[in-house]
């Protein structure tokens, strides 16, 4: 089993930066690519991006391409979400998820481990 933890979430005005991180803890000795998902009011849970289990392969949805970087800490065990350039469209809980696997997916049924998750609220 693999527990799987975020933070950093906040309240921030538009234009504004946060940096998420997610940590996993549990049986973490073996391969797991890593993914990012965002779940706004009234809607579906949706991908925002992944990244290998070595950290050398990432992929965005195009709504976050050039404002958001996911990262993996040297520990493997931690990945980051640093989100720039905010917009209230971006408000969401964002759940981290990992998948037993070496490359990352785009759907969240390819995922075997889920955070709580943490809100971003962005403000006009």
């Known amino acids: 089993q693999v527990q799987l933890g975020e933070s950093g979430g906040g309240l921030v005005q538009a234009g504004g930066s946060l940096r998420l991180s997610c940590e996993a803890s549990g049986r973490t000795t073996s391969s797991y690519a890593m993914g990012w998902f965002r779940q706004a009011p009234g809607k579906e849970r949706e991908f925002v991006a992944h990244?290998?289990?070595?950290?050398?392969?990432?992929y965005y949805t195009d709504s976050v391409k050039g404002r958001f970087t996911i990262s993996r800490g040297n520990a493997k065990n931690t990945v980051y979400l640093q989100m720039n350039n905010l917009k209230p469209e971006d408000t969401a809980v964002y759940y981290c998820?990992?998948?037993?696997?070496?490359?990352?997916?785009?759907?969240?049924?390819?995922?075997?481990?889920w955070g709580q998750g943490t809100q971003v609220t962005v403000s006009s």
């Open positions: 990244i290998s289990w070595r950290g050398g392969t990432t």
């Open positions: 998820a990992a998948r037993s696997a070496f490359f990352g997916a785009v759907d969240r049924e390819a995922y075997d481990y």
